[in-house]
């Protein structure tokens, strides 16, 4: 418990990508304008949401969850990043990566619960329409929202507290924030127990949920061949391909990272799978949901429109 004790005191350093001193300034640079393109596209997103009677529908009530949840992910880990890449300070204590694990698993797998809702939704769009109104009931809806926010929050907690229990060797984190499999390649004792709880955990959280997205897009494909008209299957695909390629980024790079084994995790190879989930995906989001969505280009141009007016 020594290491633990220590480990309280004195913090960790994040190695980051100081490895590679020549990628550093480049890497700032694109992360910067990321982040940026991030906030604003998914502050654009809730705010169009807000304003534009057109975008009262659920299925951008669960997009603004989405992009509030990205905007809260980017900011657990980016700023910091950023921070560690101009070498002004790459420490971080004992409290804050306890408190910055517990958020980036809970916001997690709060996107895992909540792009199961999304798919629910989408299914009943296109093989109950006609039951739509009474399948996705309001009540429900904001139901099931919260019971992603708090079925993210209990197994952020639960998959914290197993990895924080267990003594730590060394101060140097190869990683540019606390992810979890790299704090288990620091434990001083063995971990097999432990794994097998945070696999159990991670099935709940991870696996569960894309099992049901994939029945539903399973009884979705069904219904879309069904459709005579190319039009309407067009149409029908069109309100699923966006939530698709999310769900594809998303799980992709959950699975990689938190699915394997922790002796054969990667620190180099993580770091740069930790860039995609933490900077990338969450900048591309808001473009995939609308860059084809001809509501939300017809809110932003009224929004734009407004505000010329004004002046």
Excluded at 268 to 292: D, H, Q, S
Aim: glycine residues 6%.
């Amino acid at each position: 418990m020594d290491y633990l004790n220590t480990s309280s005191e004195e913090g960790f350093i994040l190695v980051g990508f100081s490895d590679w001193p020549h990628l550093e300034p480049t890497l700032f640079a694109f992360i910067s304008i990321f982040y940026s393109l991030t906030l604003f596209g998914n502050t654009v997103i809730i705010i169009l949401s807000r304003l534009d009677l057109r975008l009262h529908t659920l299925m951008y009530y669960f997009l603004c969850h989405l992009s509030f949840l990205d905007l809260c992910y980017t900011a657990s880990t980016v700023p910091q990043l950023l921070v560690n890449l101009s070498g002004l300070d790459r420490t971080i204590s004992f409290g804050r990566c306890v408190a910055q694990l517990c958020i980036v698993l809970s916001l997690g797998g709060t996107e895992c619960v909540l792009l199961v809702t999304m798919a629910i939704d989408r299914y009943a769009a296109v093989c109950r329409p006609l039951h739509y109104t009474t399948i996705m009931h309001p009540v429900l809806c904001r139901a099931l929202v919260v019971f992603s926010w708090v079925g993210g929050l209990v197994n952020s907690l639960i998959q914290t507290s197993l990895v924080m229990a267990m003594p730590l060797c060394g101060h140097q984190l190869n990683h540019f924030f606390c992810e979890l499999p790299v704090l288990l390649k620091m434990a001083c004792e063995d971990t097999g127990g432990t794994e097998v709880n945070l696999f159990v955990a991670r099935v709940i959280i991870l696996v569960c949920p894309l099992l049901l997205i994939l029945g539903s897009y399973a009884h979705i494909a069904r219904a879309v061949l069904n459709i005579r008209s190319v039009a309407g299957r067009r149409k029908a695909f069109g309100t699923c391909a966006s939530h698709l390629i999310v769900v594809a980024m998303f799980y992709g790079s959950a699975i990689s990272t938190y699915l394997q084994p922790v002796h054969r995790y990667s620190e180099k190879e993580g770091k740069f799978l930790a860039l995609f989930y933490t900077v990338i995906t969450p900048m591309l989001n808001p473009l995939i949901y609308t860059l084809r969505n001809k509501d939300v280009k017809g809110a932003l141009w009224k929004v734009l429109g407004r505000g010329t007016d004004s002046r």
